[in-house]
C-alpha cells in the first residue's frame, strides 16, 4: 500500500516552486487580516490540506505574535507537526481530535477560524464550517481549490483521476460552502481568489507531470530536477535562504494585477470567502 504523501514531506521540505509561492501569497493575506482586524488569537482546523510540508500554514501567524492552535485527527501527523514546530522554535496549541463536526472549544474563543483546502477530505465538512463559526468571536476564513482552474481540470481527467475517488469534491463549490456560513449568520466582507502563479496548479512536481503526459525529454525534466530545483519554505522560516520570498515573488504580478478576481477565475488556484461572525 501506498504511503500517504504527507508522510514524506515531515522530514523533506523540498515542496517545489508551486507550494512556496501558495505560502507566501497566503501570508501576505493572512498579514492583511492581523493588521486590519487585530487578529490576536487564531484556530486552524483541520491542518492538513495543503500540499508539502503539513501544519505550517500558520506559521507566519504565530511569527506575528497570535497565539495559534492547531487541530488534526492523524496523530503519526500531528507529532510531526509539532516536532516540525519546535524545529522553528514557536509556540502552539496542538490537539488531536478526531471529530471534527464537534470542536473541543468554547464558544467564541477565537478571534479567527480558518481552514485552507482541507473540506474534501472530510466526511462532514458542513458540520465543521458550523463549528468554525461557533468558535470565533470575529471572523472566518474558508479557503478550497478552484474547480475552474486549468491544471485541475487536467488531474481530473488526465494525470491524477484516482485522487478524485477519494475525496467530496462538492466542497469546491464556494457557493455551497457560502450557503452554509450565511445560515449561521456570517456576513461576508471579503471574497476572491489567491495564489494566482503563471503556471496550472496540477498538486504534483512539474517532473512527475511530464511523466504522466508521456513527455519523455531529459532537457525538460532537467529544469525541474536535481539540487539547483529546490524549493522549501521551511529554509525561508529557519533562515537559510533569507531572500527566497523575493526570489519567488517575482511571479506574483497576476496574483497583484488591479482587475476583478473573477477574470482571473481561469488561473487562479484558490478561491476564498471571509465573513464576520455574530453580527
Not at 524545529?87 to 463536526?101: G, I, K, M, S, Y
Not at 494525470?159 to 475525496?167: G, L, M
Request: contains cysteine.
Amino acid at each position: 500500500m501506498t504511503e500517504p504523501v504527507w508522510k514524506k514531506y515531515l522530514t523533506d521540505y523540498n515542496e517545489g516552486l508551486g507550494v512556496v509561492y501558495e505560502r507566501f501569497v497566503l501570508n501576505d493575506y493572512l498579514d492583511q487580516l492581523v493588521d486590519e482586524h487585530g487578529i490576536r488569537s487564531v484556530l486552524e482546523a483541520p491542518l492538513y490540506g495543503m500540499a508539502g510540508v503539513s501544519g505550517i500554514n500558520s506559521v507566519h501567524l504565530a511569527q506575528r505574535g497570535c497565539d495559534v492552535t492547531l487541530v488534526d485527527s492523524v496523530e503519526e501527523r500531528l507529532d510531526g507537526v509539532v516536532r516540525i514546530w519546535n524545529e522553528l522554535n514557536l509556540p502552539a496549541r496542538f490537539v488531536l481530535h478526531q471529530d471534527f463536526a464537534r470542536l473541543p472549544f468554547e464558544d467564541n474563543a477565537f478571534d479567527l477560524t480558518w481552514e485552507w483546502a482541507g473540506l474534501w477530505y472530510l466526511s462532514d465538512a458542513q458540520a465543521l464550517l458550523r463549528e468554525l463559526v461557533r468558535v470565533s468571536r470575529k471572523l472566518i476564513l474558508v479557503a478550497m481549490p478552484n474547480s475552474l482552474q486549468v491544471g485541475y481540470l487536467m488531474r481530473k481527467y488526465l494525470i491524477d483521476r484516482t485522487f478524485f475517488s477519494t475525496i467530496d469534491e462538492r466542497w469546491v463549490h464556494m457557493r455551497r460552502i457560502k450557503q452554509v456560513l450565511r445560515e449561521e449568520g456570517v456576513r461576508f466582507i471579503d471574497q476572491g481568489v489567491l495564489d494566482v502563479p503563471p503556471w496550472p496548479d496540477t498538486v504534483m512536481p512539474a517532473a512527475e507531470v511530464l511523466r504522466r503526459l508521456g513527455i519523455k525529454s531529459k532537457k525538460l525534466e532537467a529544469q525541474f530536477t536535481g539540487a539547483g530545483w529546490a524549493w522549501s519554505t521551511m529554509a525561508y522560516y529557519l533562515g537559510q535562504e533569507p531572500d527566497l520570498y523575493q526570489r519567488v515573488m517575482k511571479y506574483a504580478w497576476l496574483d497583484h494585477a488591479p482587475i476583478p478576481w473573477q477574470l482571473k477565475l481561469v488561473w487562479a488556484h484558490h478561491r476564498y470567502v471571509l465573513g464576520v461572525v455574530g453580527t
